[in-house]
């Protein structure tokens, strides 16, 4: 614990539990007032706007009412620092999600959570045009950032099907509604509340303003890494939300989209797990012989809906 962490524990009487997170950019630390009562300090190594990114969406959220999501409530703001209230929640990893042992109940939150946190009217502040502008086209960009390490493990005609799908994708982000999007969707940042119906989330520092309304279901479903054909929790989480959200795919050109969607989040975590040959695959062959198969794909989704 460096002088910095220390004296912002010591100027609002806290005491040291445990280290969270701690990187580069950042440190979240677990820790204790005089009642015993558990809060989070996270500190910034220097002053930025995705601090205040995050502090100004929690304020926001904090005047609101939630049926189906809980977000951490802003006790103090400093400079390069925020406490909040810390949230008894579910812990998972992307190991142990596949084999949670889900309930229609847990589906249910699971979705209903995911809309409210989607219908969110978020302040611009603190997002620059560019950021803004990311969010319309954000699997594009995604696509072409992979492409040029993935290219070589598929063929010219996959090549020109994931130009294509970037094509109609950019054409179609002119109409499509675009919704909240968390953009880190992975199971420490969204987590079942222990003792309660509700969802939790945190960390909103990152990712551009608003976004395509399945990139968080899509990568969420993504986190553990396996082949689209055995997914099992997955699908009906995906089923679920086409059924509560409204969505359709009922048309080519939305089915491209969804594919468009997929193939980016697969993408970003084939290039998380880059280093390790044999669940890379496992990420290749789910873009090269399901989402870029036309029928294969088609019986994908039937499976999905059924």
């Not at 010591?10 to 950042?26: D, V």
């Not at 809060?39 to 500190?43: D, T």
């Not at 009906?236 to 795919?249: H, V």
């Given at each position: 614990m460096n002088e910095r962490i220390a004296a912002i524990?010591?100027?609002?009487?806290?005491?040291?539990?445990?280290?969270?997170?701690?990187?580069?950019?950042?440190?979240v630390i677990l820790a204790k007032d005089k009642k015993e009562t558990k809060?989070?300090?996270?500190?910034f190594t220097k002053v930025n706007r995705f601090l205040w990114k995050e502090i100004d969406f929690l304020k926001q959220v904090s005047n609101q009412q939630f049926h189906f999501v809980e977000f951490p409530r802003i006790l103090a703001v400093g400079n390069d620092f925020f406490?909040?209230?810390?949230?008894?929640?579910?812990?998972q990893t992307r190991d142990s999600i596949s084999q949670k042992k889900w309930t229609t109940e847990n589906y249910q939150?699971?979705?209903?959570?995911?809309?409210?946190f989607q219908n969110i009217q978020r302040s611009k502040k603190n997002f620059?045009?560019?950021?803004?502008?990311?969010?319309c086209v954000f699997p594009v960009m995604i696509i072409l950032k992979g492409y040029l390490s993935f290219r070589k493990n598929i063929s010219?005609?996959?090549?020109?099907?994931?130009?294509?799908?970037?094509?109609?994708?950019?054409?179609?982000?002119?109409?499509w509604k675009k919704v909240n999007v968390h953009y880190d969707f992975q199971t420490?940042?969204?987590?079942?509340?222990?003792?309660?119906?509700?969802m939790s989330i945190l960390d909103f520092e990152t990712g551009p303003y608003k976004g395509d309304k399945w990139h968080d279901v899509a990568y969420y479903c993504s986190i553990s890494p396996a082949s689209l054909s055995?997914?099992?929790?997955?699908?009906?989480?995906?089923?679920?939300?086409?059924?509560?959200?409204?969505?359709?795919?009922n048309t080519w050109v939305r089915c491209q989209k969804l594919r468009c969607v997929f193939v980016a989040v697969q993408l970003i975590r084939y290039d998380f797990f880059r280093n390790d040959s044999q669940i890379k695959k496992i990420y290749s062959d789910n873009i090269s012989k399901v989402l870029l198969d036309k029928n294969k794909f088609r019986i994908w989704i039937k499976e999905i809906m059924n």
């Open positions: 524990l010591n100027e609002h009487g806290l005491t040291f539990i445990s280290i969270l997170s701690a990187s580069k950019e950042r440190n809060i989070v300090v996270k500190v406490l909040m209230s810390f949230l008894d929640r579910e812990h939150s699971f979705v209903s959570g995911l809309v409210e620059t045009e560019v950021e803004q502008l990311k969010g010219i005609l996959d090549r020109l099907k994931i130009i294509q799908l970037s094509i109609i994708y950019l054409i179609g982000s002119l109409f420490y940042n969204y987590s079942f509340l222990n003792g309660s119906s509700k055995s997914w099992t929790y997955q699908k009906k989480i995906l089923r679920k939300f086409i059924g509560q959200s409204g969505i359709k795919i």
